[in-house]
C-alpha cells in the first residue's frame, strides 16, 4: 500500500491513471496495434509533456505499485489500468482513513 500512495504522491502519475481509464484521451493506436490493449507509452509521455525518461520512471513506479500493467509489442510497451488493484487500495486506504485506533505498524503494512 504504501507503494502506491508513494505512486500517487505526484500529480502527472495521477493524471496519468485517469488517462487511461478512457483510451479516448489518447490519439487512435496504429493500425497494427488496434487489438493490443493499453496506450503506448509514446502517446503517454506526449500528453504528459515529460522527457522519455521521466515518463519511463513514472511508468515504473506505477507498475511496481501495481496500479498499471504493461504489455510489450516490438519495441513498444503498452500500459493499461489495473482495475482490480486500484479497488483494492481504494478498499484498504478507506479502511484503514475510516477505521480508528490502528498503531503505526498496522499502517506500514
Known amino acids: 500500500m504504501n507503494e502506491a500512495l508513494m505512486a500517487l504522491?505526484?500529480?502527472?502519475?495521477?493524471r496519468i491513471l485517469v488517462w487511461l481509464k478512457d483510451r479516448s484521451n489518447f490519439p487512435p493506436p496504429l493500425p497494427e496495434h488496434a487489438d493490443v490493449d493499453g496506450?503506448?507509452?509514446?502517446?503517454?509521455?506526449?500528453?504528459?509533456?515529460v522527457?522519455?525518461?521521466?515518463?519511463?520512471?513514472y511508468m515504473s513506479l506505477l507498475k511496481r505499485a501495481g496500479l498499471v500493467a504493461s504489455e510489450r509489442h516490438?519495441?513498444?510497451?503498452?500500459?493499461r489500468r489495473n482495475e482490480p488493484a486500484?479497488?483494492?487500495?481504494?478498499d484498504r486506504l478507506g479502511g484503514e482513513i475510516g477505521q480508528g485506533g490502528h498503531s503505526s505498524e498496522d499502517i506500514d503494512e
Open 74 to 79: 516490438g519495441r513498444f510497451t503498452f500500459y
Open 86 to 90: 486500484i479497488r483494492t487500495f481504494l
Open 51 to 57: 522527457s522519455q525518461s521521466t515518463i519511463s520512471t
Open 9 to 14: 504522491d505526484n500529480p502527472i502519475r495521477r
Open 39 to 49: 496506450v503506448c507509452v509514446g502517446y503517454i509521455q506526449e500528453k504528459a509533456g
